[in-house]
C-alpha cells in the first residue's frame, strides 16, 4: 500500500470513525495479528478491472467499507435506517455526489413501521433483530427489497459490480430480495454468524449454497467466536468453498464471484 493511499486510508477512518476508530486501528497493528479488510480487499480486486462501477452497500454504518469506492468516483448507493449511524454517514460522504444514502432497511419483502434494536455494546450490532440481551427497540424503520429499489432508480439494465451486505442476520433475506432472473452482481460480500442467522432459519451453510446454486464460486475469511461485540476481533483463515467452518462457532464473510479471473485474483489477493 502507497504512502499516499495510507494516508486516505488514515483520513477516511479518522473522518468516519473518530479518535476511537484510529486507536483501535493502531493497537490492531501493535498486537502484530492479522486482520483483513474484506471490503478493502474487493476494492483491490474490482479496482484492476473497473474503473467507476456501481457498488450497494446495505448495512453501510458509518462508511469503512464504501470509503475506497468513493474516493475511486463509484456511484455508491448506501443503506443505513439507524439514525445514529446514518448520521457518521452523511457528515462523512453525504456531500459527494457520487453517494446516494438511502434510510431504509432491506430484506425479501416491503414493510413499513418495523422495529430496529440498538445495543450499547456497540454500534455495529444495531438491526431488525435483537439476538444480544442487550438489545432494545429504539425506532421504527421501512423495509424495501433491492428489487424493488432498483426499478426506482432506474438501475434495472445498469451492471452492479459489487454488492456488499452486513445487516446483522439478514444477508439472506437481502439476496433473496434481488431480481435475479434480470442480473447478477459481480461481486458480492456478505456476512455470516450462525449464532445470529439460525435463530433466523438458515445457517453458513445455507447462505453458501444460495450463492452457488446461482452460479458464485466463494472464498470464505473465517474468524475466530467473537468475544466481544464492539472490540477487536480475531481472524483465523481464508478458504474456498465447499468447506466446513473449523470452528462451527465462528463468524466471517463470503466473497461470492462469477468471473473466473475476478476469481484468480481474489486467491492471489486473499494468499498474499
Known amino acids: 500500500m502507497s504512502l499516499t493511499h495510507k494516508s486516505k486510508t488514515a483520513f477516511t477512518i479518522l473522518k468516519t470513525q473518530g479518535v476511537s476508530g484510529v486507536v ?7 498486537d502484530s495479528a492479522y486482520r483483513p479488510d474484506e471490503a478493502e480487499i474487493a476494492f483491490e480486486v474490482l479496482s484492476k478491472t473497473i474503473n467507476k462501477g456501481i457498488m450497494i ?17 463509484w ?15 452523511t457528515n462523512s460522504f453525504g456531500n459527494l455526489p457520487n453517494i446516494h444514502i438511502d434510510d431504509r432497511a432491506v430484506s425479501d419483502h416491503l414493510e413499513d413501521e418495523v ?3 440498538k445495543s450499547a455494546e456497540s454500534t455495529g450490532v444495531r438491526g431488525l433483530c435483537a439476538f444480544l440481551p442487550s438489545h432494545k427497540a429504539a425506532e421504527k424503520v421501512s423495509v424495501t427489497t433491492l428489487q424493488r429499489f432498483l426499478v426506482e432508480q432506474k438501475l434495472e439494465k445498469q451492471e452492479i459490480d ?4 452486513d445487516t446483522e442476520g439478514f444477508d439472506l433475506m437481502v439476496l433473496k430480495g434481488f431480481p435475479w432472473n434480470e442480473k447478477q452482481p459481480r461481486m458480492i460480500l456478505c456476512e455470516f454468524e450462525d449464532s445470529k442467522t439460525m435463530p433466523l432459519g438458515y445457517s453458513f451453510q445455507d447462505l453458501a449454497a444460495f450463492l452457488v446454486e446461482r452460479g458464485y464460486k466463494l472464498v470464505i475469511s473465517e474468524w475466530y467466536p467473537v468475544k466481544r461485540y464492539g472490540g477487536l476481533h480475531d481472524w483465523k483463515r481464508f478458504t474456498t468453498y465447499p468447506c466446513t467452518l473449523e470452528d462451527p462457532t465462528a463468524w466471517g464473510n463470503i466473497f461470492a464471484v462469477k468471473d473466473d479471473n475476478l476469481y484468480q485474483r481474489l486467491l492471489e489477493v486473499s494468499n498474499n
Open 115 to 117: 422495529t430496529f434494536y
Open 162 to 165: 459489487f454488492l456488499k451486505i
Open 57 to 73: 452497500d446495505v448495512g453501510a454504518h458509518h462508511g469503512g467499507s464504501l470509503a475506497p469506492f468513493a474516493q475511486a468516483g
Open 75 to 89: 456511484q455508491v448507493y448506501a443503506f443505513e435506517p439507524d439514525s445514529g449511524n446514518r448520521a457518521i454517514l
Open 24 to 30: 483501535k486501528v493502531l493497537k490492531a497493528k501493535l
